[in-house]
């Protein structure tokens, strides 16, 4: 065989690895994500963006977060310095939105593990007062779902 048929031969195979490594590393960093759904009362005169508003300053603040934290060890479990980190990123991979039926909210948690996004919000929800998440809302009411970040 000649040089050129070589090299060739070798760039190929060089790019079919990089590339095939390239998309396995897609795969596996791609965060999952838990939803958690449930019905809030509007107040009179308040739009639900403020209502959403509310909620997001809540779920995200540093006493639920604390105790979230503190029952599941995810300091230790993200190997991070403090748990001023933790929180940090935690805040960084909760999402509250507005559901456009009726006067919900969806609140959504990404993270690697599937597990630990359900835990996770499942330990949000029972740091937040239950009157304040409307404690008819069942267990049921807490679907994990596998989704790929876009």
Known sequence: MSKPVVATIVVVFVLGLSGG????WLFFTKDRVALLSYRVGKVEGMSMEAVVVGEENL???EAVLE????NLDLVDEWGMDSKQEAIAHMQEKLIVKEERIGSRIRVLYRDRKQERAYAILKEIKSAVSYTHLRAHETEADLVCRLLLEK
């Open 21 to 24: 490594g390239v998309v396995g």
């Open 67 to 70: 105790k979230v934290i503190a």
């Open 59 to 61: 779920l995200e603040s």
